[in-house]
């Protein structure tokens, strides 16, 4: 079974540039997470779809971070614009009902 | 306060020694409890699934819950340098798969 999939791996970028991060998920599963991660801290979580619905993105900062979840499928998260405490690894996760996801490798962002 | 706590680290054990790695919360409302490994520049990997309080033994691995505590602890037997890596406690209230993570324990094991 595949994993999780996510690109680019890294990314720099400088402050108030705009970025895309893309997910594709375990096959057949319903439920995506993106989760941020600081250097140093566990992962927080941003936003949470189920199919292409969100669930919860009561912790996205909406004013930059927006995602999406099309065909229920791949989901992108975009920041626009990057500040310099927006660097950290982005995590999507999935599962195939609740519970616990499976993560992939992530996108680590440096914003200069 | 963080509603999950957890001692970053770093922890350096010799091969072969047990290891445990600790968490504790403030939210009564969790009931589910998690652990991940997470090595350098990989995404967390799913260790271990507990629901409430009690034992759940794979492996070298158990998990311990004490929900009358607020505490829940992992522990590593026989330790491996393979098992070097950070370790994540992270907790739900209601399976919803929302996990609130601690900021991880570093853990060294060397041969």
């Known amino acids: 079974e595949a994993g999780v999939a996510q690109s680019p791996r890294y990314k720099i970028i400088e402050k108030r540039q705009s970025v895309a991060f893309w997910c594709n998920p375990i096959s057949g599963h319903a439920t995506l997470y993106w989760y941020q991660q600081i250097l140093g801290q566990g992962p927080k979580l941003l936003i949470q779809?189920?199919?292409?619905?969100?669930?919860?993105d009561s912790q996205l900062p909406k004013d930059r971070f927006s995602a999406e979840r099309l065909k229920g499928v791949d989901s992108t998260l975009k920041i626009q614009p990057a500040k310099l405490e927006d660097s950290a690894v982005y995590l999507c996760?999935?599962?195939?009902?609740?519970?616990?996801?499976?993560f992939g490798p992530g996108t680590r962002l440096t914003v200069l | 306060q963080k509603e999950v706590e957890q001692d970053p680290g770093p922890l350096s054990v010799p091969e072969g020694a047990i290891v445990s790695l600790n968490c504790t919360y403030s939210?009564?409302?969790?009931?589910?409890f998690m652990w991940y490994r997470q090595y350098s520049r990989k995404g967390p990997e799913l260790l271990m699934y507990?629901?409430?309080?009690g034992n759940k033994e794979d492996g070298r691995f158990t998990a311990q819950v004490d929900k009358s505590s607020k505490y829940i602890s992992l522990f590593i037997r026989d330790s491996q340098p393979s098992d070097s890596a950070t370790y994540l406690c992270?907790?739900?209230?209601?399976?919803?798969?929302?996990?609130?993570f601690g900021q991880g324990t570093t853990l060294q094991v060397k041969p």
């Open positions: 939210n009564s409302a969790f009931q589910y």
């Open positions: 996760a999935s599962s195939s009902r609740t519970g616990p996801g499976f």
């Open positions: 779809f189920q199919n292409n619905g969100v669930v919860d």
């Open positions: 992270a907790m739900d209230s209601s399976n919803t798969g929302k996990l609130i």
């Open positions: 507990t629901y409430s309080s």
